[in-house]
């Protein structure tokens, strides 16, 4: 089939080097054979030099394609994510921007892996398209026992506190997940905020879930929710976006802290590159990198931002 050859999820990959080695080796012992053979049965020299000749020129051939194997086996890898968490991702025009898609640019950059991070839609779809291995990586998620079952996680890169948005002026007392019980919550599609707290929301709790952020903002600001459960420094920025930071309020108390990581779909051919990913992660944890990126992204959330209402078109809570 040649050098280049298609699998099954059309995605073009090159042959492993040592394929093309192996080919070179299956060459070389073709060329020695030819001399066995010229002494067993009677050629001229003009043809067991054209012989050699051009075997010799199919040998040149294959080293010079596994020399520059590395140089063409650049690979296109889809990563997507939540499309209202910043700073560790948000939706920008048709793409996922933030920490995460950045830091997945570091991680795989010296693997010769070209990333892409299209907008996939809605939390709930893009989580279903790693699962099938659509999508290859997921920026930024929380681990739980079900997710574990289609995604290969990276080792955590940051913490993030969950809490319980509340109306401006109409906290209550919150000491422990008990306290919501009786009240009526609300939360984004295909959030998870860990394994337990989940479990409790589920068999304690009543809790609905809307599409996006502002849907649950509304809920709260017109009486329908007693409060929202969401990321803290997510639920700021996307309060500030639509113009109501002054309308709510979070409780003192975390409801849940959990880590960030970068999940693999077990579907995907990248995810045989965990090992390397980890210890590039490690580096880019312990050298400052990731809480660069952490700064570098909360500002241009914020610019992004200021430079909708400058331009009075602030997403409007309904």
């Known amino acids: 089939m040649g050098l280049l050859h298609s699998l099954a ?75 209202q968490y910043p700073p560790i991702m948000w939706k920008e025009k048709n793409n996922i921007v933030g920490v995460g898609p950045e830091l997945v640019n570091l991680l795989f950059k010296d693997l010769k892996v070209t990333v892409k991070t299209p907008y996939k839609g809605g939390w709930d779809k893009v989580q279903e398209e790693a699962k099938q291995g659509k999508i290859d990586v997921l920026v930024g998620i929380y681990m739980t026992e079900e997710r574990k079952k289609y995604f290969e996680y990276s080792n955590p890169f940051a913490k993030d506190p969950v809490v319980i948005f509340v109306a401006k002026g109409k906290a ?94 077990k579907k995907s051919p990248y995810v045989k590159y965990l090992p390397q990913i980890n210890k590039k992660l490690d580096e880019l944890i312990m050298n400052g990198t990731v809480d660069k990126l952490i700064d570098k992204y909360s500002d241009q959330y914020r610019k992004t931002v200021l430079i909708q209402k400058k331009k009075g078109s602030p997403a409007k809570v309904k």
């Not at 939360?187 to 009543?206: M, P, W, Y």
């Not at 952020?213 to 976006?241: C, H, P, W």
Request: proline content about 2%; charged content about 25%; some cysteine.
């Open 172 to 265: 209550f007392k919150y000491a422990k997940w008990d306290d919501l019980a009786g009240k009526k919550g609300t939360t984004t599609v295909g959030d998870s905020f860990g394994q337990a707290f989940d479990k409790f929301i589920t068999e304690k709790l009543t809790v609905t879930r809307s599409a996006k952020v502002e849907e649950n903002f509304a809920k709260l600001t017109g009486g329908q929710a007693d409060y929202f459960i969401y990321a803290m420094y997510s639920g700021l920025f996307e309060s500030e976006r639509l113009g109501i930071a002054d309308k709510v309020e979070f409780l003192p108390v975390n409801a849940s802290v959990e880590n960030f990581y970068i999940g693999i779909s």
């Open 9 to 83: 999820d059309g995605k073009v990959r090159v042959k492993e080097p040592r394929e093309c080695f192996k080919n070179a080796f299956n060459i070389i012992f073709f060329y020695d054979s030819i001399f066995q053979f010229s002494n067993d049965i009677i050629l001229t020299n003009q043809e067991v030099e054209k012989m050699k000749k051009f075997l010799l020129f199919a040998l040149a051939v294959v080293i010079l394609l596994s020399a520059g194997t590395p140089l063409i086996a650049a690979e296109n890898l889809t990563a997507s994510g939540h499309p």
